[in-house]
């Protein structure tokens, strides 16, 4: 209905419309001459050229009409079922698939004759539907409670029925995730509580790189219910090949043990080994028997030289560091003795080198020749002209001998390699290193990790700092003391998490090698066999500018040799090839592609593993569920009480339909029908004149 009519000037601009309209309808019947009407008929077509006239100028102040739509919004009733895989790892599979669904499409059928209903299934993750095919392979009912949260802020959601077992393998608690949802929650248990017969591989722990030739651990914990006197043959498979097998025995129906092979690395490159538990007769679920996993194998090392000048406590602590790392094979020298080739060497670190009392030019020149990653540690021995000389990334003007204690602060524009925000502060907290005194220049493209805080203000004199110059990459600790900061670390957070990061990440950085080449393969190097496997290509043009025009191809082999053939797609500036789903294993790959006269190449492999989350429990948690709905004003359902849950949800007095007035605003010179009016008026007085043999 119209409340309002308003217009876009005073309302006292309608007086001078109102003139021009009795003026022009005047003019043409009172006093024009040749009017041979009569006074009724002129009288009738002066009001309709008044109205005419009147209504033009009028539509000329742009009139508005204010109206008030009545809006009846219904009640909205959200669903959502569990479409993971563990609703069907149950004896009751067939009912769940065929009557349950039938129950479920009556319900939504009847509640949606009163309300609004929306439709979801979650596991991995939400989406709209109605029949699940319980195929995804983890349980995550936080993320549709948070799907709800998020996208129904202000509607008229009267309740929310949610359907499934109860088990919960990823996000957070439900009930948790739940607590700020003020809304009715009814749930539906599927799944069965009771113990089933069962014996699974509850958990495999292994080093998932190791290095040709070393004998490697792998432990499995395993579980039994309900087979007690039962045996089973547990089998280690190697790329599918029987390399050991351990009987067990269940002792009780509540069977756990840990059991460990003994493997040795014999070939380089990625290694499939799977676990195969035998099943026992009576058992319902044997997904849970078989794992798969992947183990890297590295031929070499990289190997790391501490080149120091003198004996020195920072020499140690910097070794455990990085000895936390696998891949690291350290070695300790001391510049006096040594009189190797560092040609060897994947990174050299230099202590107090140049120091003064020996400038190591011949180490120094052999590093700069073959481009070797270096890393400067400097202290009250270092020769700081000669350092000056060789590190491109920092200029220190010191006066000889003279040091100043530099407390680290981070720096949160480097970028050089990530650092998490919990260990810089932790590293803010050590002991201060002691540096050089004088002026610092940092020069252009380098980057500072930290700077120094001397007597409490923070300087611009950096305390760490690396530079990338055309690829050669080298940093410097400009102070000595990294012993204390372990040793604090110990003593207050009882580890070395924060320092070990450092000199980790700082090692990583300075070995990655800067890839030069003009085409290269991206991959995740793991993909879940439940997802889709994903590999992109990037095609670089002399000027190291992304090019994808000329055809990237791909062959592909499996553990059996089985050869495929792909086309990559170009995607914005580089290429990319969706394999989508790929059976468990191990994949080789070879892309080429010609590039005018160049050709390139690249190769690789990465590996395809299964996520078992949904086996590894199959025990419903209905507490969980009745849980969710007591604290929702709610209340837990079996299937075959769905009936019951649809009466409820009727006689709910909290679900009602609500009204809303909506102001809605229109132009009346918008408006079709005022136009045909006007048009209809004009015609009708001009067929009226000339009917009548006037002018």
């Known amino acids: 209905m119209i409340t309002e009519i308003f217009i876009s000037y005073p309302w006292w601009t309608l007086l001078p419309v109102i003139a021009l309209g009795l003026l022009y309808a005047g003019l043409l019947y009172y006093k024009n001459p040749l009017n041979k009407l009569g006074t009724s008929l002129s009288t009738i077509l002066f009001l309709v050229r008044f109205f005419v006239v009147f209504v033009l100028g009028f539509l000329l102040l742009s009139p508005t009409i204010k109206t008030k739509n009545k809006q009846i919004e219904k009640p909205i009733i959200i669903i959502g079922q569990d479409n993971s895989k563990s609703i069907l790892m149950t004896k009751d599979a067939v009912y769940y698939t065929d009557e349950l669904a039938g129950s479920?499409?009556?319900?939504?059928?009847?509640?949606?004759?009163k309300n609004d209903v929306d439709s979801y299934l979650f596991g991995e993750s939400v989406g709209e539907g109605l029949v699940p095919d319980y195929g995804d392979s983890e349980s995550d009912y936080s993320e549709f409670l948070s799907h709800v949260k998020q996208?129904?802020?202000?509607?008229?959601?009267?309740?929310?029925?949610?359907?499934?077992?109860?088990?919960?393998?990823?996000?957070?608690?439900?009930?948790?995730?739940?607590?700020?949802?003020?809304?009715?929650?009814?749930?539906?248990?599927?799944?069965?509580?009771?113990?089933?017969?069962?014996?699974?591989?509850?958990?495999?722990?292994?080093?998932?790189?190791?290095?040709?030739?070393d004998i490697f651990p792998i432990e499995i914990s395993l579980s039994a219910t309900k087979l007690k006197g039962s045996k089973a043959v547990l089998s280690l498979l190697e790329n599918n090949k029987l390399i050991s097998k351990k009987a067990i025995q269940f002792s009780n129906d509540n069977f756990r043990k840990s059991i460990k092979f003994?493997?040795?690395?014999?070939?380089?490159?990625?290694?499939?080994?799977?676990?195969?538990?035998?099943?026992?007769?009576g058992e319902i679920n044997t997904e849970n028997n078989n794992r798969n996993i992947f183990v890297d194998v590295l031929d070499s090392r990289q190997k790391i030289l501490i080149l120091a000048y003198a004996p020195h406590p920072d020499i140690g602590a910097i070794k455990q560091s990085l000895l936390k790392n696998k891949n690291y094979q350290v070695e300790t020298k001391y510049i006096s003795e040594f009189d190797g080739s560092l040609k060897e060497y994947?990174?050299?670190?230099?202590?107090?080198?140049?120091?003064?009392?020996?400038?190591?030019i011949g180490v120094l020149n052999e590093i700069v020749k073959y481009e070797i990653p270096l890393l400067y540690v400097l202290g009250g021995q270092s020769n700081i002209a000669v350092f000056n000389q060789y590190f491109n990334g920092l200029n220190i003007l010191s006066s000889v001998g003279s040091t100043v204690s530099g407390q680290f602060e981070y720096n949160n524009l480097f970028t050089y390699f990530s650092f998490k925000n919990e260990l810089a502060i932790q590293l803010a907290s050590m002991p201060p290193l002691s540096t050089p005194l004088g002026n610092y220049s940092v020069a252009e493209g380098a980057e500072v990790f930290g700077w120094q805080i001397i007597n409490g203000i923070l300087t611009d004199f950096p305390l760490i700092v690396f530079n990338n110059n055309l690829g050669i990459k080298t940093g410097v600790i400009s102070g000595e003391g990294i012993w204390l900061w372990r040793i604090h670390d110990q003593l207050r957070y009882n580890n070395s998490i924060a320092v070990d990061a450092f000199i980790s990440k700082a090692a990583m950085f300075l070995i990655a090698a800067t890839d030069k080449r003009h085409f290269r393969i991206k991959s995740k190097g793991e993909y879940d066999s439940h997802g889709d496997v994903v590999i992109h290509a990037e095609l670089y043009n002399q000027a190291f500018e992304l090019e994808n025009t000329p055809d990237v191809s791909l062959t592909l082999t499996n553990e059996v040799g089985e050869k495929f053939n792909f086309v990559f797609s170009p995607f914005d500036d580089y290429y990319k090839l969706n394999f989508n789903k790929l059976p468990i294993g191990i994949y080789k790959y070879i892309a080429t592609v010609k590039f005018g006269t160049d050709e390139y190449s690249d190769k690789g492999e990465f590996i395809v593993q299964q996520l078992d989350n949904e086996s590894k429990k199959l025990n419903a948690n209905h507490r969980m569920l009745n849980k969710l709905a007591i604290e929702h004003e709610g209340a837990m359902y079996h299937p075959d009480e769905i009936d019951i849950l649809l009466e409820e949800i009727n006689n709910l007095n909290s679900i009602t339909s609500k009204i809303h007035y909506e102001d809605k605003f229109i132009g009346i010179n918008s408006l079709i029908y005022i136009l045909v009016g006007l048009i209809f008026l004009l015609s009708l007085e001009w067929f009226i004149r000339k009917y009548f043999g006037n002018y």
């Open 104 to 113: 479920i499409n009556k319900l939504v059928a009847e509640l949606s004759l």
């Open 262 to 281: 003994a493997v040795e690395a014999k070939s380089a490159g990625k290694r499939r080994y799977k676990l195969v538990l035998e099943p026992v007769v």
């Open 151 to 213: 996208n129904y802020i202000g509607l008229n959601v009267g309740a929310i029925i949610l359907s499934g077992d109860g088990i919960v393998n990823n996000g957070v608690d439900p009930v948790y995730a739940a607590s700020d949802i003020n809304l009715p929650i009814f749930t539906i248990a599927l799944g069965d509580t009771s113990q089933s017969r069962d014996a699974k591989i509850d958990d495999v722990r292994y080093n998932s790189i190791v290095y040709l030739g």
């Open 346 to 360: 994947d990174l050299v670190i230099l202590h107090q080198l140049p120091a003064k009392g020996n400038s190591a």
